[in-house]
């Protein structure tokens, strides 16, 4: 073999389940595993399991030579940045505070399911060109379902502390439940629309950012080739910053051991670059190459997207707070036809709505945003507000 890797992923996840106010199961698991990546000529294989021993490591050679994928080397050892993503709280939580984290929760009433979770998990990344890296993380994240004389509507959030009450996004999934239970129709036409930050991140995570994978970019399947320079977005700016204290995706390597960095992707509209992994960009890599779990082969992702725009304000017209059906938008064109979630006109729940349109002309209408910045997914952004978006029955 010409160069090998190893990647490790341990996982210790404390939870708790409620169902129909009550709670149901509270435990704790631990998932471990390792990776093993192998480059043979300049083609790579990858071969993974909860250990890897001598004869897996023989495997990876053998599929390396026969393998279509390429990749030079694996990154040399560099100094990592420092970024603070581990809450010790969240290790040393027992199941008598989950307990009363769940009974809080269930104290609301109305809560047809909630999941709450505390993981802490440590990777560590090793390769024959001299790196060795380790890193430990934390993770907290709440999903909760309320239901009110038929209407129903959910939240959730997630945070690397253990920095909120779950209660209250119990309180927020209620009030919205009995404002659904009222739905009414809306007439067909073009509305001020305000969606919330998870309502962005469902709509961008699908329709906007690969747009941004520099692999898109080299097969043609991106808007954004051949615009670097030019102004796009109008006034928005774009960030992805894996270096933000506690961010969802924050971290000081890759899964593919190459240091973490921040990037302007769009200042005041103009596009000013992508992100890559180490396989579609191997003379410049971003350190945006990360794994679904230590089972995966490394593909480009988002860490933080930061979303900025200079007007702010008050939220007004249709509050959209979630979406369906996000995934059916097509990041290629940018064309998206989606069905509204929990939505608000008026004080009262919009029945049976859909929005339409393409996401680049969408950004194009952008009125201001909120005041508060959330993280929801990868996504950081306050509530945004549009003029002139199609809304249709």
């Known amino acids: ?73 694996f990154p040399e050892k560099e100094n990592l940045p420092r970024v603070d993503i581990f809450d010790r709280k969240v290790e040393k939580i027992g199941s008598e505070e989950i307990h009363d984290l769940c009974e809080a929760i269930t104290s609301i009433g109305n809560i047809s399911s909630a999941q709450i979770e505390f993981e802490v998990t440590e990777r560590r990344i090793t390769n024959s060109s001299g790196v ?20 129903s509507a959910y939240e959730y959030h997630s945070s690397r502390r253990l920095d909120f009450r779950p209660e209250d996004f119990a309180e927020r999934a209620l009030e919205l439940a009995r404002m659904d239970s009222q739905r009414a129709r ?9 969606l919330s930050p998870i309502a962005v991140d469902q709509l961008l995570s699908h329709a906007l950012y690969p747009a941004f994978y520099y692999e898109n970019v080299k097969k043609g399947r991106s808007l954004l080739a051949d615009r670097v320079g030019k102004n796009v977005f109008g006034e928005l700016t774009v960030k992805d910053d894996p270096l933000i204290p506690y961010g969802m995706g924050s971290c000081s390597f890759d899964d593919e ?3 973490a960095k921040s990037k302007t992707l769009v200042m005041n509209g103009v596009l000013e670059g992508f992100i890559s992994d180490l396989k579609n960009s191997p003379e410049n890599p971003t350190g945006n190459g990360f794994r679904d779990d230590y089972s995966a082969y490394p593909t ?14 008050e939220t007004d017209g249709i509050y959209v707070h979630s979406l369906i059906g996000a995934h059916t938008a097509n990041f290629v064109s940018g064309d998206f036809s989606l069905e509204l979630g929990n939505a608000y006109y008026g004080g009262r729940a919009v029945k049976g709505a859909m929005i339409y349109g393409n996401i680049y002309d969408l950004l194009s209408k952008i009125s201001h945003f909120g005041r508060e910045q959330r993280q929801v997914g990868v996504t950081l952004t306050p509530e945004i507000v549009f003029e002139g978006v199609e809304i249709k029955l």
Do not use: C
Not at 132 to 151: H, L, P, R, T
Not at 300 to 313: A, C, R
């Open 1 to 73: 073999m010409d160069h090998w890797e190893i990647y490790v992923e341990r996982t210790v996840s404390k939870y708790a389940t409620i169902e129909n106010s009550k709670i149901k199961e509270i435990g704790e698991k631990t998932s471990r595993g390792e990776a093993f990546r192998v480059i043979v000529d300049g083609r790579v294989a990858m071969v993974s399991g909860s250990k890897i021993d001598d004869g897996m490591k023989e495997l990876a050679v053998k599929l390396a030579r026969n393998s279509q994928e390429e990749l030079k080397e």
């Open 132 to 151: 060795d890296y380790s890193e430990k993380e934390s993770a907290v994240g709440i999903v909760v379902e309320a239901v009110f004389n038929g209407g």
């Open 186 to 194: 809306l007439e067909s036409g073009k509305f001020t629309v305000t």
């Open 257 to 259: 051991g190459v240091p």
């Open 300 to 313: 480009t992702s988002p860490s933080n997207i930061i979303l900025e725009y200079g007007e702010k304000g």
